[in-house]
């Protein structure tokens, strides 16, 4: 049988409802699923989302069902659910589609999560620069709540919920969860030390749960159709489906909503449904998967399958669900260049290793990119960087900056050798 290239757990229905309307959302299945887990215990809906594996989507791939069951069992009031909307990576613009195309179906996650936990208030911070999808989110809270599905007394069921929408500072950090609380509250958008986990002391060190857009998106279908149907659409490690972003050289670039499992690399990247192979007819250099701080890959891992284990074992990852595909013409010391002068600009500042260890990987590149100034003790030099970067920086920016760089460096070896001086010349 062939796989299923395509499935639309998340995505039906996008694009073609107006998408802050109640009433369409509502002909499309909408909001059964609130209505399924209100008549529900908080317990039984965790164990779906266990049974379901869902991961959670915004990059670190932490069980989403432990998550919430860590939280259900701390007795401090109140607690806060707080969506990851900064989507702040590079060539990822997955949650963007899912908050303007279906802004319904992540509220209607959101508030069941907010059942769960009889939580107080939903926040969702969302990047600075979406600024008509921050309007499209409030629009739609208003008509959620005047349908009675957000604010007061939610189902007549006594529940009062109020969902609000905060603008992101516009720094990539503030996508890490502990950075994104502080700005939240207001202050410097730094990531905090853990523990205590957000769990613990989230949200004005109270209680807290933070998911990403699409792990919230999922969680009507998720509770719509069962955990175990929802774990046998996807892969037998992690349930359901993956939203994944696919730009760069490909022919086709967007969003499309792949089985976890159902496909291969190269399935992504050629598949005439989805990237359509390589624009131009050029041919495959590398690709670049889960955003700027994921693995870089080489034409002979197309035939790993897309799932959080295969990849893994593959040395790459799902992360963000970015798939940067780079033809023959791309330099990849340039394009490092590139990653590490993202990251420069991106470090918080708070720690040496991050703020000090990318401008030294980036001088080195720089030297590298032209015929003769690098000199052997260079490369070692990168190798010890790389190593004590990823080691010793304090939140994940750092400790996944040279990722790139790490992964590149084993496929493209002699790139980085070619420009480097002769040890008779040095
Ligand atoms: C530097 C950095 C940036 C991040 N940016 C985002 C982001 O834009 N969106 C997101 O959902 N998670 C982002 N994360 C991951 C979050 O810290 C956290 O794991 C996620 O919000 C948890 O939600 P999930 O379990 O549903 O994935 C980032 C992490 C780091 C270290
Ligand atoms: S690793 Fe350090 S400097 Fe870099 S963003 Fe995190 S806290 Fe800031």
Redesign the pocket.
Known sequence: MEPVKLRKLITEGAGGIDPVSVDAYMKNGGFAALKKAADMEPEDIIAEVKKAKLL?????A?P?GN?WEHLLHIPERPKYIVC?A????PGTFKDRLIMEKLPMKLLEGIIIAGLVFKAEAAYIYVRGEYRGIQKRLIKAIENAGAAGFAGKNILGRGFDFDIHVISGAGA??C???SALLNSAEGKVGRPRIKPPHLAEAGLFLLPTL????E?FANIPALVGMGGEEYLAAGHPDSGGTKLICLSGHSRNRGVFEIPLGGITLREAIYDPELGGGIAGGKKLKFFHLGGQ?GAIGAPDQLDTVYSYTDLKKAGLSVGSGAVVVMDESVSIIEYLKGVTGFFIHESCGKCVPCREGNRQVYNILRKLSVPGVAVAGDLDTLRRLIRTMSDASF???GQTATAALNSAWKHFRAEFEANVKPASAA
Not at 86 to 89: F, K, P, R, T
Not at 210 to 213: E, G, L, Q
Request: proline share 0%.
């Open positions: 959670g989507r915004g990059g670190a932490y989403a998550k990851n900064d989507e702040g990576e990539y950090v996508g890490e969860n933070v998911n990403n857009v792990t701080s939140c994940g920016l």
